[in-house]
């Protein structure tokens, strides 16, 4: 199976085209048909924030108004049925059976769910207007885990940006439904930030409890300052559970200095990070936790999401790594917010610098003008 999570255009957001962010998937797509053409496999994509255009924006009020979607997806066809096609069309996600390369299903009932985090892309000023679910995203998605459940099957879920970059309000939603269907969802994969890395989901109701993998990345351009990576993963044929991720990269100073590019095995998870049980969300909290503690792994751990470009850092921003790691939109114990304005709003560090951070600022005030559509209450809360 072949994983495809979106951003596809070069991005040089300020001078392209509908029809040039277009064509790149156009092309993309192609190429691919044709490199595997004579193998057996299956292909499941989605598109990311710079597939359509302008760069993040897409409006989600009414269907099959996106040029970009709309005329790429028939591309697709060849790799999604009728109905998947007819529903990426709406809006930009769709569901699929989970199908092997033979055309068998390893588990009857089970989907690959492929979602548009445009709809939670808070630089996507649509939104604004369309606050509780653009295109009814979400609620496609619960009731798409609720007849999987019903069938018996399992989830594999893949987007372009993670559910903790996403709109606050937009990721705590998601966050409960990956919770009620934490037996049917296996795994979520990513991109959006060119890195390699996890993500771990924790529950609301219990925030010291692990109960979801997501695989971000990694991406295969340069852009910005790392080598081009891919990711391997071993998934168990009978539970569909990941049980080991590598990562494979092309050096770009070593290919150009000997004319030959040559893909290696940089990154073996089970082996490189002592996971000796596999890759369950407790086994990778307890990674997270090393880096939290052993300023040594974690900057070797930082080295690493770039894929080994230039020289291994001097720290490994312990903190601000385990919460990424570790942390979703209602974070856990540990990764808690700060009580002081200034930090959640990003004018100053955790500790206590002047720190302007725009990014984290922008966030904020989206999230505040975006309201409070999801009301988060303790389990222990009474009205």
Known sequence: MFFWTGDNSA???????????????????ESVKEIFGDESIVVYPTQGNHDTWPVNVEDFSLPNINYPINTFKSHWAGWLDDEAIEKFGEYGFYSTTLKLSDGSEPIPGSKVIALNTQTCNDQNWFILGQRNDPGNQLDFLESELSVIEQAGGIALIIQHIQPRNCQIQYGARFQALMERYQHVVRFGLMGHTHDQYYQLTNSISDNTKNIGLNQIGPSVTTNSNENPGFAVLDIDAETMLITNVEIWALDIEKANASGE??????????????MGDGMSPDSLYEVAEKILDDEEFAAQYQWGRSRFVGNKPGHGNQKSTFCMLTSSSVPNSVCAPSTEDEVAMGFIDAQKNWNIDINKIRSHWFDWIVGNWVEIVSKHASK
């Not at 001078?15 to 998937?25: F, K, L, P």
């Open 11 to 29: 991005h040089n957001v300020w001078s392209n085209t509908a029809e040039e962010v277009t064509n790149y998937t156009i092309n993309i797509t």
């Open 261 to 274: 590019a040559k893909w290696e095995l940089v990154i073996d998870y089970v082996q490189d990070y002592g």
